[in-house]
């Protein structure tokens, strides 16, 4: 699943050569973590609460994504926009937008580190609506639209998503800052200075961050900015690059989910992304210990042969971080 809301699509399109990829393994309309028919659906440790999803996580919303919700409430759905009224109301709101305060922030943090992310009902996300679909999906932000539990290309997905997080996160914020700069006029950036109504202000900020070209953003860009371009294309040049293959390569530290039928269900850069392998090549890890990859690889199949250790296979193993 991959559909970038349009405004961070077109910044993506305006600064780099990228074009978002598909993550097929994570299904979001039929959630991959809470409904999936293969074999880790019986792994508890492998699944996400179902009222919850990835989505025990209270997003940021700047200035200009609730007004692309206020300007045109038909792209959300009436709960999503329901809730962010509600934020507004009950929530410290500013001139930037929702931004969700440093201690309650603290408290997700504390959350993941637990291992309670996806699987705690106390913190779903007030936006995600009762039959478990985003309610603000056109308008959600950077990180919850670049954040999948499986990826196709396994830790290469992931670091491509990180970097683009890190890209598109950064133009957002800066964004909303010369939005609100721009709607309010010379001055403190405090919504007590705009005569109208709050969602009137999201909305000329949204407006106004519509109109901006990728030069005028650009040219507000702090220098982070650039390098975080250099970044995502970088990591979208490793995604595509499926030949490349390291000299030599060692066993990465990874779990053994479990053993069935032949086949062996192992955790490695991912603890939600599991990797299914011939168990006989899973007996094998231990081969590559450094050296040239090529040499371990050719024992490997001499004794399984083509069918259990597969270009795929190999592939599998690198893209999955069990070799490196
Ligand atoms: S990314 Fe989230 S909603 Fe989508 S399939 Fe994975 S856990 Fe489910
Ligand atoms: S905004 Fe949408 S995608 Fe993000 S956490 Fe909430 S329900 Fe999930």
Not at 14 to 24: F, L, R, W
Request: hydrophobic share 40%; proline share 6%.
């Amino acid at each position: 699943m991959t559909t970038l809301p349009s405004m961070l699509r077109r910044w993506l399109k305006d600064t780099t050569s990228i074009e978002a990829p598909e993550e097929s393994r994570a299904d979001c309309l039929d959630c991959t973590m809470c409904t999936a028919h293969d074999w880790t659906s019986r792994h508890r440790g492998l699944r996400f609460h179902p009222d919850t999803r990835c989505c025990t996580y209270k997003p940021d919303l700047f200035n200009h994504q609730l007004g692309a919700m206020f300007a045109a409430p038909g792209e959300v759905s009436a709960h999503g926009l329901r809730t962010v009224r509600e934020r507004l109301h009950h929530e410290e709101v500013s001139a930037l937008g929702l931004l969700v305060p440093t201690e309650e922030r603290a408290g997700y943090d504390r959350l993941v580190r637990a291992g309670r992310f996806g699987r705690s009902p106390s913190h779903r996300c007030p936006h995600l609506d009762p039959q478990g679909a985003c309610g603000i999906w056109a308008h959600r932000n950077s990180v919850c639209s670049t954040w999948f539990c499986r990826h196709e290309r396994g830790a290469y997905g992931e670091g491509f998503w990180v970097a683009i997080r890190e890209l598109l996160g950064a133009v957002e914020k800066t964004l909303a800052v010369a939005s609100a700069q721009a709607v309010l006029g010379p001055g403190p950036l405090e919504l007590q200075r705009w005569q109208g109504s709050v969602e009137d202000f999201f909305i000329a900020c949204h407006e106004h961050a519509r109109s901006m070209s990728w030069q005028q953003i650009a040219h507000l860009a702090p220098p982070a900015f650039h390098g975080a371009i250099h970044m995502a294309e970088l990591a979208w040049k490793v995604l595509r690059d499926t030949d490349s293959l390291p000299d030599a390569a060692t066993v990465q530290p990874h779990d053994l989910v479990g053993i069935r039928e032949g086949q062996a269900l192992v955790l490695g850069y991912s603890d939600v992304d599991p990797v299914i392998i011939p168990a006989p090549l899973y007996e094998r890890l231990s081969s590559f210990d450094g050296r040239p990859l090529s040499q371990v690889w050719e024992e490997i199949r001499q004794v399984l042969g083509p069918s259990l250790a597969s270009p795929d296979h190999l592939r599998t193993l690198v893209d999955f971080d069990l070799i490196r």
